[in-house]
């Protein structure tokens, strides 16, 4: 317990494999800048996009100028 937030050598990562939308929305805040977020293209349709709450596809030019995507 504390009054400060305590992170860890492990707490950002340079690479985040997403295989839904929802898991990219969870963890992208945990990627270092110019990191790598792999994803499964497949997994990125409308129902899914719907479930994570995204109104659109996350995997944009805003995404892409902060990170390198790599989609499978």
Known sequence: FGSVEIRTPGAEV????????AALKVNVHRVKPSGTILVDRDAFDARH??????????????????????EV
């Not at 596809?57 to 390198?68: I, N, S, V, W």
């Open 14 to 21: 340079d690479l985040l494999v997403a295989m839904n939308p």
């Open 49 to 70: 996009l719907e479930l994570a709450g995204y109104a659109a596809t996350p995997l944009d030019d805003a995404l892409r100028a902060r990170f390198t995507v790599v």
